[in-house]
């Protein structure tokens, strides 16, 4: 089942509620897949983060995007939804970068309105390129794709106030997008005021990040109003970044993991999960 299948309206008239875990590289998409989720993002804040150690502020170039892109889809079945950030340049370069994430196998691309270079979506001091550039660079990646769909995101809700922000993605949705993504409602009036206005015609897409602007870290609500996917761009890198320091400590004042057991994998279960045993029964059908 295509993505587009799996976001289309149900016989009881309603989209499926889907969620999306953040993922950066093989491990973490194939988490997510072992899971049982039916998509993972490739978030533009996680690869950040976790490649760079760096925070989401356009650091990340195309060539590493969709260098992870081919990674991560080549070790898992599900589909993959990428933060195509504001495409790395011009509407022309955009269209490049487009083509190119669609061939390393990505299944939907998400493109904003920021500025180029941007900055995570939870931080103060965005700005959004005039609104005849936002709609020629989603004309340009609906132009540039064959099969992968394309989300747009506008960021002017913090900067223009909720109805120019409406009317951004209506023209977005005019410029053929196939998702829209309203990034950053500050209250559930905004976020319904969205879904009154778009949830019955297109896909709408939440982010849900633990400790953005957005209000509570629940999906019910927003499902309840109609969106059809919500965004976990943070929550294993989250994950890993909360508890990781108690680890460090504890092997720094112990110098033994013995105390740890319970918590943590062990090189088995690595083995198990990454699956070393078909590895080496392909290697020694080939020997």
């Given at each position: 089942?295509?993505?587009?299948?799996?976001?289309?309206?149900?016989?009881?008239?309603?989209?499926?509620?889907?969620?999306?875990?953040?993922?950066?590289?093989?491990?973490?998409?194939?988490?997510?897949?072992?899971?049982?989720?039916?998509a993972?993002?490739?978030s533009?804040?996680?690869?950040s983060?976790?490649?760079?150690?760096?925070p989401?502020?356009?650091?990340?170039?195309a060539?590493?995007?969709?260098?992870?892109?081919?990674?991560?889809?080549?070790?898992?079945?599900?589909?993959?939804?990428?933060?195509?950030?504001?495409?790395?340049?011009?509407?022309?370069?955009?269209?490049r970068?487009?083509?190119?994430?669609?061939?390393?196998?990505?299944a939907?691309?998400?493109?904003?309105?920021?500025?180029?270079?941007?900055?995570?979506?939870h931080?103060?001091?965005?700005?959004?390129?005039?609104?005849?550039?936002?709609?020629?660079?989603?004309?340009?990646?609906?132009?540039?794709?064959?099969?992968?769909?394309?989300?747009?995101?506008?960021?002017?809700?913090?900067?223009?106030?909720?109805?120019?922000?409406?009317d951004?993605?209506?023209?977005?949705l005019?410029?053929?997008?196939?998702?829209?993504?309203?990034?950053g409602?500050?209250?559930?009036?905004?976020a319904?005021?969205?879904?009154?206005?778009?949830?019955a015609?297109?896909?709408?897409?939440?982010?849900?990040?633990?400790?953005?602007?957005?209000?509570?870290?629940?999906?019910?609500?927003?499902?309840?109003?109609?969106?059809a996917?919500?965004?976990?761009?943070?929550?294993?890198?989250?994950?890993?970044?909360?508890?990781?320091?108690?680890?460090?400590?504890?092997?720094?004042?112990?110098g033994?993991?013995?105390?740890?057991?319970?918590?943590?994998?062990?090189?088995?279960y690595?083995?198990?999960?990454?699956?070393?045993?078909?590895?080496?029964?392909?290697?020694?059908?080939?020997?």
């Amino acid at each position: 089942m295509t993505l587009s299948d799996r976001l289309a309206i149900g016989a009881d008239g309603r989209r499926p509620a889907m969620q999306w875990p953040g993922c950066w590289d093989g491990l973490s998409a194939l988490l997510i897949e072992r899971a049982g989720f039916e998509a993972a993002f490739l978030s533009g804040a996680a690869l950040s983060m976790a490649r760079l150690g760096r925070p989401d502020m356009g650091l990340v170039t195309a060539s590493e995007l969709i260098d992870a892109v081919s990674q991560i889809v080549d070790r898992i079945d599900i589909p993959l939804i990428v933060d195509g950030d504001t495409g790395f340049g011009n509407a022309l370069t955009l269209r490049r970068t487009l083509r190119q994430l669609e061939r390393a196998g990505a299944a939907a691309v998400q493109i904003e309105d920021q500025v180029f270079p941007k900055r995570c979506g939870h931080m103060a001091g965005k700005r959004v390129v005039p609104l005849s550039e936002g709609v020629g660079r989603i004309r340009a990646a609906i132009d540039a794709r064959e099969a992968m769909l394309v989300i747009a995101r506008t960021d002017a809700l913090s900067i223009e106030g909720l109805d120019a922000t409406l009317d951004r993605a209506e023209a977005y949705l005019a410029a053929g997008a196939d998702l829209l993504f309203v990034e950053g409602p500050r209250t559930f009036a905004e976020a319904q005021a969205i879904a009154d206005r778009f949830a019955a015609r297109v896909p709408l897409v939440h982010n849900l990040v633990e400790g953005g602007v957005t209000p509570g870290p629940d999906t019910a609500p927003f499902f309840a109003m109609g969106y059809a996917a919500t965004l976990h761009p943070l929550l294993l890198l989250h994950g890993f970044a909360g508890v990781a320091p108690r680890w460090l400590s504890v092997l720094r004042d112990t110098g033994s993991t013995a105390t740890l057991a319970d918590e943590i994998a062990d090189l088995a279960y690595m083995n198990r999960l990454t699956g070393a045993d078909a590895l080496l029964q392909d290697a020694a059908r080939y020997d």
